[in-house]
């Protein structure tokens, strides 16, 4: 069973940055895709960023300039730096493996 542990989220002005790191352990046999997706209160759940282990990436349209997805394979963790924040980032956060196993989710709270 693959474990996905998120970290890195937290209350942050408008304008601000934040990290968030997502480290991978268990019985994976192989991870080619990470990634992180979002949820809003009252609103689903949606991509926010993905990467393969090949390094192909993808960004939702919302994010694109001021997010950053990476990774390192050596460590199975995936991350994402997220600049020029704005309240409508506002969500829980979760790390993704494979579109299938999931974190726990972080706060992500952007705010005056």
């Known amino acids: 069973q693959v474990q996905l542990v998120e970290s890195g989220g937290g209350l942050v002005q408008p304008g601000g940055s934040l990290r968030l790191s997502c480290a991978a352990s268990?019985?994976?046999?192989?991870?080619?895709?990470m990634g992180w997706y979002r949820q809003a209160p009252g609103k689903e759940r949606e991509l926010v960023a993905t990467?393969?282990?090949?390094?192909?990436?993808n960004y939702a349209y919302s994010v694109k300039g001021r997010f950053t997805i990476s990774r390192d394979n050596a460590k199975n963790t995936v991350y994402l730096q997220m600049n020029s924040l704005k309240p409508e980032d506002t969500a829980v956060y979760y790390c993704?493996?494979?579109?299938?196993?999931w974190g726990q989710g972080t706060q992500v709270t952007v705010s005056s």
């Open positions: 993704n493996v494979n579109f299938a196993s």
């Open positions: 268990g019985s994976i046999f192989s991870i080619n895709t």
């Open positions: 990467i393969t282990r090949g390094g192909f990436i």
